[in-house]
């Protein structure tokens, strides 16, 4: 679900909420309490479950249904009021009059009755709402990881290297690394996918042993990992760099008592001020094909 849809929905269900209450010439609380459980039920019945962005429109997305649950809140919190109202009128009333026709016990009573339903209600609502937003949290979450890599996916580089390229204030604080694992057909050819997913996992964990928690990684390709760094210059992201080569280098997987050894090779650029997602990534490219092309296991930088 992209931005639009998700705003889309969002707004369709609360101007349905507040043309439901302008409509009703009285607001009987379990009749919008009704209605607003209709409403929860549909959107859990929506297919949500398509990419959108995680960083951005998760926070618009569940600020929107809070709008929902304080709107939901308001009105019910408006209806108890009037209740109340309507009640200690009648009590007045009933209080100075002289006929015993109205049993005003009974009738405060009925009163009561409503306030407690109104108040369990609304905390039914307000909880099936929070259920909603944690729920499309989750399905965001999943959407936007790899799930064997558990780093993030394709899908959410591109719109991740525009934003960063747009906040860029020093050029040369920014770099992408593109890191790629050398002769990586020949490991799936010699030992099966299965193998070779498993030194994909472990690639991705030396990559999130080294890199600092404000580091992105991406899985770009079957092989291709892109690495996004903040603030450093030019001589650290190469420092990084050997650190991420070493490491790779000097670590073995064990197969059927057989060790597995493996290199990567890594093209880096630094990321300049409102540059498209294409160039930056075209240019990481370039710097990895001379790193390739030198003898793998090493790395390029291509401004």
Known sequence: MNKDSAKA????????????????TTIKPEVLIDY???????????????????????????????????????????????????????????????????NTTAFNEQFEKA?????????RANDKISELVNKVIELET???????TRVFNRRTLQSYLEKAS??????????LMMLDIDDFKLVNDKYGHVIGDKVLVFISNVLKKILRDGDK??????????????????????????????????NKLLYKEESIHVTVSIGATVIQKDETA??????????????KKDGKNRIKVKI
């Open 9 to 24: 929905l969002v707004t369709d269900v609360y101007n349905e909420t507040i043309s439901h209450i302008d409509n009703s």
């Open 36 to 102: 607003l459980h209709d409403i929860a039920k549909k959107i859990l019945e929506t297919n949500l479950d398509l990419p959108y962005d995680f960083h951005s429109q998760q926070v618009t997305f569940e600020d929107e249904y809070k709008e929902i649950a304080q709107e939901s809140i308001d009105e019910f919190a408006n209806s108890n009021q009037r209740i109340s109202k309507a009640s200690d009128n009648e009590n007045t009333i009933y209080g100075e009059s002289k006929t015993e026709l109205i």
């Open 115 to 123: 306030h407690s339903v109104l108040d369990t209600e609304v905390q």
């Open 142 to 148: 999943k959407s936007n990881l790899d799930p064997l």
């Open 166 to 175: 747009s906040h860029v204030k020093d050029e040369n604080n920014m770099h």
């Open 217 to 250: 990684i991406f899985r770009y390709g079957g092989e291709e990992f892109i690495i996004i760094l903040n603030r450093i210059d030019k001589d650290t992201c190469e420092k990084i760099s050997q650190r991420i080569l070493a490491t790779v280098d000097t």
């Open 278 to 291: 294409e160039d930056i990534i075209d240019r990481a490219d370039q710097a990895l094909y001379e790193a």
